[in-house]
């Protein structure tokens, strides 16, 4: 499966355009409160973050029964080739995330907080499960054996929906989210920051400088 893809979650072009400018990010994810979050419509925004990052780009609908989320996620696809229409693990959610599968509209199916859901999710054909690690730490329920269940049941069935790490908070999550083999991991700019950052590494690059430039200094 190659290594854990990175997907960087937020709708702000000025960040995400930076953090493609590292070359590590290989999708995007949006929900209706990132969008909000920077002031944009869905319809304008994608297209844009489109432009930007060479992958996958989640797009989640607002609909909640089936035949209107199968509409709105069929304009989403439409916006660029690279949309995955983003659907709530809800009843309607997965019979629209059916017909999106039959369609050949790739889906994302976020709000995931246990296997079950997974399980089902995958059976309907989901491309991407997204279990929401962070907020089930929230409610002191620890959110990464789900990570676990999730990929060791996809892997019993090979089954082909990817499993994508959501609602990262720390990068102990990220390192976490590898060992247990999830296919991606969406995480906020500044936690794909904080994986670059190490005091170490830091103060030894400056003792090297310090050294080179006496030793450039001294030398004949
Ligand atoms: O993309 C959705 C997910 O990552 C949300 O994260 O921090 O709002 O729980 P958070």
Request: glycine share 6%; net charge negative.
């Amino acid at each position: 499966m190659g290594i854990m893809k990175i997907f960087i979650d937020s709708a702000d072009l000025n960040e995400i355009k930076e953090a493609v400018s590292i070359g590590v990010i290989d999708g995007c994810t949006t929900n209706p409160s990132l969008l909000a979050k920077v002031g944009r419509k869905i319809e304008t925004a994608i297209p844009e973050i489109c432009e930007i990052v060479d992958g996958p780009v989640s797009a989640e609908v607002v609909a909640v029964e089936c035949n209107e989320i199968v509409d709105e996620g069929r304009k989403l696809a439409k916006l660029h080739k690279n949309v995955v229409v983003k659907v709530p693990l809800i009843v309607e959610g997965l019979k629209a995330v059916r017909i999106f599968t039959k369609e050949g509209i790739k889906t994302n199916v976020t709000l995931c907080f246990s296997a079950n859901q997974a399980l089902l999710a995958a059976k309907a054909g989901a491309t991407y499960i997204s279990p929401f690690i962070g907020r089930l730490d929230d409610t002191s329920h620890e959110g990464m054996p789900l990570i676990e269940d999730i990929v060791r049941i996809y892997d019993n069935y090979d089954l082909e929906t990817q499993v994508l790490t959501a609602s990262v908070r720390n990068p102990t999550h990220v390192v976490q989210a590898a060992l247990a083999g999830s296919h991606c991991a969406t995480l906020p700019f500044s936690i794909i920051k904080q994986l670059l950052k190490h005091p170490l590494t830091d103060s030894g690059l400056a003792q090297f400088l310090a050294d080179h430039k006496k030793a450039a200094a001294a030398a004949k």
